[in-house]
């Protein structure tokens, strides 16, 4: 990989990371990264969810959520991707759909009576 590939991925990482804290109002950060050998791309929206970040133009989602699979080992896995002037995407597996959107939920600043605010 590169060293402008690296610094986009970096990039992306941070840019997300930045976004989740927004959404989410969570202490996201980078993940520690060694040499490639897995880890989280950024750590801090939940225990049970690993993020993956694509920063990329072309992007094979099929196998982006393979390798967050096999990265998470039995985390639920988003991949998190956008493009040059796109929005940021999130991807999950059908079947994770209820599970992630519970732990999504309880992430959600409340209004202070309790109420989700949407």
């Known amino acids: 990989m590169g060293m402008m590939s690296r610094r986009k991925g970096k990039t992306g990482e941070l840019e997300l990371a930045s976004e989740l804290n927004r959404l989410f109002n969570v202490q996201a950060r980078r993940g520690q990264q060694f040499s490639g050998l897995g880890g989280q791309d950024v750590v801090g929206l939940?225990?049970?969810?690993?993020?993956?970040?694509?920063?990329?133009?072309?992007?094979?989602?099929?196998?982006?959520?393979?390798?967050a699979v096999r990265d998470g080992q039995d985390k639920l896995p988003i991949v998190f991707h956008r493009k040059n002037h796109g929005d940021w995407m999130a991807t999950i597996l059908l079947d994770d759909l209820p599970r992630v959107a519970a732990i999504l939920a309880s992430l959600q600043p409340t209004d202070g009576s309790g109420g989700v605010v949407l």
């Open 46 to 67: 939940h225990d049970r969810i690993h993020v993956e970040c694509k920063r990329v133009e072309k992007l094979n989602i099929q196998t982006a959520m393979t390798q």
